[in-house]
């Protein structure tokens, strides 16, 4: 219990706000790696996700370079591409953009996959080009997965972002690395407990972003919707379905 | 006018839907395919738009190759109606209506003006315009397909078994009111079913499929109901079991229709009795000056 209450007493500890290398900045810049790495990984996984998802190819390949991304440790590739390209911010992109993709490209393809055939064939049906079906039809009714998809990402680099300081002054991570190394422990678990809080607002802000972007039609047709509300309600304030204009 | 110029089409995995198949839609009149699953009957609705190009063989609008024109264009001229109406979940019925307009570059204002006109038109309440298709019953997603498919006045209507997925008493009002829109709008439908009592309720030319495309029988219900081709036909309307051959026997001065295994079809009043009832108003008969139906022969006074 000691560690915890040494930890609590530093992140309050005034001392540790003391700019430059300060608490707040080291949290902006672990925010805005964060950030980057998913904007570098959704730039590549989206438009390749949504390639599968609308023609059905390269499912198999997908599911199986996706998986073969996961099982990468990404420490191991972390010292690799740095033992490439030297110490600096580019190795963690690199490894941690690696790390976010699989779920981000899984969550664009499923998206697509998830929307009922019979919703996408009428659309062609009636005259939409594939560039509009997947701008009009499947965009849409696949975001929820894809916002999924982006929030598990976002919670895999957040953390694993501290590895940046292995190889570059970054980020919250630096509080580990230099607690470990110097055996302050109040030093590590505080910088742990930042980042957890930070995984933590993020993941918070996702769930409610993943149930804003559900299109309406959508929400309006789910069971739990019905369920939120009282039985009683719902029965004196429902419409009653009539069939057609004779009602 | 819709004419099927030899048309063959073969899966990839090498099911051979249709084969051979040649004739000629007329236009301005229904036209129904009829035939259970596997006779390819959807394959050949979905090839007048398109969604299914023949291996072999041509398709001509008013003497035009379908082949020749752009997919996207030709969908766009000819309405569509699915089952489970195929309607955008995220788009309200107002919007799901007006998309192909939209996409033509009607204004938006427009577009919803003449959609809330549609809606009018196929029976719904204008109230349900801001609805999602969720919100609605199955019949009135389907009404709200029917309008969509009329939604750019297409001269063509391609319907696959709009009327499967909902109830018998919604269906039977469904057929009612597409009867009245087919008087009313003057289109040239191709209908799908696999229910011939539909098929001969709604088509002016019913043509009866086997399996593979292969026309059993084409022409009208009275035609088909008259003279079935062959055994399959016979089978397939309900002729060979006797359903539809009626006869009349009289019971105490009152006359009284009896199918071939002695139930009793129905009364007839006395002055429908004057004339035989031609085949085709038998299911007219049955829900109008009929009454009593299926009842097992007991003989003697029945009524």
């Known amino acids: 219990m000691n560690f915890f209450l040494d930890a609590i007493a530093w992140i309050f500890d005034p001392a540790n706000y003391a700019e430059p290398g300060g608490i707040v900045s080291r949290l902006l810049e672990h925010l805005l790696f964060t950030f980057v790495t998913l904007v570098f990984a959704s730039v590549i996984a989206i438009p390749l996700g949504y390639l599968i998802g609308h023609t059905g190819r390269g499912r198999g390949f997908a599911i199986a370079g996706a998986g073969g991304l996961r099982a990468l440790p990404t420490l191991g590739l972390l010292t690799l591409v740095a033992l490439w390209v030297g110490i600096g911010l580019e190795a963690p992109y690199v490894a941690l953009t690696i790390l976010a993709i699989p779920p981000i490209l899984a969550g664009a393809y499923t998206g697509f996959e998830a929307i009922e055939r019979g919703t996408i064939d009428a659309a062609r049906a009636v005259g939409m080009s594939e560039g509009q079906i997947v701008a009009k039809v499947e965009v849409p009714l696949g975001l929820p997965l894809l916002i999924g998809g982006i929030r598990s990402a976002t919670l895999q680099v957040v953390a694993t972002a501290t590895l940046a300081a292995y190889v570059a002054d970054f980020g919250l991570g630096r509080y580990l690395f230099a607690g470990l190394k110097t055996r302050d422990y109040a030093e590590m678990l505080g910088g742990s407990i930042l980042v957890i809080l930070l995984a933590l607002v993020l993941e918070g802000i996702f769930a409610l972003v993943q149930r804003l972007v559900v299109p309406r039609g959508v929400i309006a047709g789910r069971p739990e919707d019905v369920r939120a509300r009282p039985i009683r309600s719902r029965a004196a304030t429902g419409t009653p379905v009539t069939e057609g204009r004779s009602s | ?303």
Do not use: C, W
């Not at chain 2, 955008?88 to 919803?112: D, F, I, M, S």
């Not at chain 2, 597409?178 to 439908?189: A, C, P, S, Y």
């Not at chain 2, 799908?192 to 495309?213: K, Y």
């Open chain 2, 1 to 303: 006018m819709i004419e099927y110029r030899s048309v063959t089409k073969q899966f990839p995995d090498g099911t051979l839907a249709v084969e051979d198949f040649s004739l000629v839609l007329p236009s301005r009149q229904t036209t129904v395919f009829v035939g259970s699953s596997g006779s390819g009957k959807t394959t050949l609705l979905r090839m007048i738009n398109r969604m299914v190009d023949p291996t072999s063989g041509t398709i001509e609008i008013d003497g035009v190759d379908i082949a020749t024109l752009a997919p996207v264009n030709l969908r766009r001229s000819i309405g569509y109606v699915m089952q489970n109406s195929g309607l955008l979940p995220h788009r309200t019925v107002v919007n799901n209506v007006a998309t192909v307009p939209l996409l033509r570059g009607v204004p938006r204002q427009k577009a919803r003006e003449n959609a809330l006109a549609l809606l009018d038109t196929v029976g719904l309440d204008r109230s349900l315009a801001d609805r999602y298709p969720s919100q609605l019953s199955g019949g009135q997603q389907q009404r709200v397909g029917v309008a969509r498919g009329l939604a750019v006045d297409p001269n063509i209507l391609l319907m696959d078994e709009p009327f499967g997925a909902v109830d018998p008493i919604v269906r039977a009002e469904l057929q009612q009111e597409l009867r009245r829109l087919q008087v009313e709008l003057d289109k040239t439908v191709v209908f799908v079913t696999h229910d011939i009592e539909e098929a001969f309720l709604l088509g002016d030319q019913v043509v009866i499929l086997r399996t593979g495309g292969q026309i059993a029988q084409v022409g009208t219900p009275s035609e088909i109901l008259a003279n079935p081709a062959d055994e399959f036909v016979a089978s397939f309307v309900g002729a060979d079991r006797g359903k539809r051959a009626l006869h009349f026997e009289n019971h105490n001065g009152s006359d009284i229709l009896v199918d071939s295994e002695g139930r009793i079809a129905g009364v007839i009043e006395t002055d429908a009795a004057a004339s035989v009832p031609p085949p085709q108003s038998v299911s007219e008969s049955k829900a109008g000056s009929v009454s009593g139906s299926g009842a097992p022969a007991q003989g003697g006074d029945q009524r």
